[in-house]
């Protein structure tokens, strides 16, 4: 592993989605575990302000032409994205930093615009063979036709705003009745929305990563909820089992390593990756795909990583040394 005390690392966390405080949680942790290992500087990001963090002082960024307040010497070789939903999993900080030559951890803007919106990456991936649940979007402009959205679909079925993360306008929906106030509740969240067929079966979350030069495919883990489906609540106030490694055959355990590295390679990702599968007797279901997953040592990827044998420092400086060398 190349530590390098001289490297200035920026730590990006925040971001205008209902993601915020999930992503300060992770990128605190990023900044705890690597602020012995780079001079790091933390860099809070909202609507109104970009603030830096040197140890206790505080710094007003010009986010025009990312000029820093006080700290004008100050030259970042390297941004570590822990911005959660948008604008960090969305490509717009990607492409920010991409114009003013910034390495940026990750995935590069294009791909990170693609998979966090939900309708055109599930229209990728099932064009490449990939089983997709039965789905149609709709336009917060178009007309809802119930009654053809139930012919088409059926009940249950979820709603889910296509651009956004962490089970924010996303609804399980079981009659016509309930359907249209959840369409709109999705539709205070994104303009456009996936409504797509339940899939009854067990839920799996894998992790792919860039390692050391290669690809890594981390131990599977299975996600066992007491709620309706792995929703906010479940990801976050304990309500849900998340048990890695997932005892499964080694049949089944082959082919979702197989199906999550097709899925990272078609996507032609890099750094971290987390794809959520559901099983059944009728096959792998794909569902989605998070470039910027939680990073607290509770979140699912480190938790897989902790299971391969990885800590967490080597995970983070993996990130930025792929970036940067």
């Not at 990312?66 to 070789?77: A, M, V």
């Not at 599930?122 to 402009?141: D, E, H, P, T």
């Not at 309930?178 to 894998?206: H, M, P, Y």
Request: hydrophobic content about 35%; aromatic content about 10%; some cysteine.
């Amino acid at each position: 592993m190349n530590l390098d005390r001289s490297k200035n690392i920026g730590i990006l966390m925040g971001g205008y989605s209902n993601e915020y405080e999930i992503s300060i949680r992770s990128g605190q942790v990023v900044y705890e575990t690597l602020k012995d290992t780079f001079n790091c500087y933390r860099i809070y990001v909202s609507k109104n302000e970009w603030i830096l963090k040197k140890y206790n002082d505080s710094y007003v960024i010009d986010i025009d032409d990312f000029k820093i307040d006080g700290l004008t010497d100050l030259k970042l070789d390297c941004i570590f994205n822990a911005i959660h939903g948008t604008p960090g999993e969305d490509g717009k900080m990607q492409k920010y930093f991409e114009d003013k030559n910034i390495p940026i951890t990750g995935c590069n803007s294009y791909q990170s615009k693609l998979t966090f919106d939900k309708i055109s990456c599930l229209n990728f991936v099932s064009s490449k063979g990939i089983k997709v649940a039965s789905s149609l979007s709709l336009l917060k402009s178009e007309k809802i036709d119930v009654d053809e959205i139930e012919n088409k679909i059926g009940f249950p079925c979820f709603i889910k705003a296509s651009n956004s993360g962490s089970s924010f306008g996303v609804f399980k929906v079981y009659d016509k009745e309930e359907f249209v106030n959840c369409i709109n509740s999705a539709f205070l969240v994104d303009n456009k929305v996936l409504i797509e067929s339940f899939i009854d079966g067990r839920e799996f979350s894998i992790g792919v990563i860039s390692l050391n030069g290669g690809t890594k495919v981390l131990p599977i883990t299975e996600i066992i909820t007491s709620n309706d489906f792995f929703d906010y609540e479940a990801k976050y106030e304990g309500k849900a089992k998340e048990i890695t490694p997932a005892n499964i055959t080694d049949k089944l355990e082959s082919e979702l390593k197989l199906l999550s590295l097709k899925v990272y390679n078609l996507l032609e990702l890099k750094g971290f990756s987390r794809s959520e599968f559901i099983v059944n007797e009728e096959g792998i279901y794909y569902l989605e795909t998070n470039t910027v997953p939680g990073l607290t040592s509770e979140s699912i990827l480190p938790q897989q990583a902790r299971c391969a044998g990885i800590s967490l420092k080597e995970l983070f400086v993996n990130a930025i040394n792929e970036v940067i060398i």
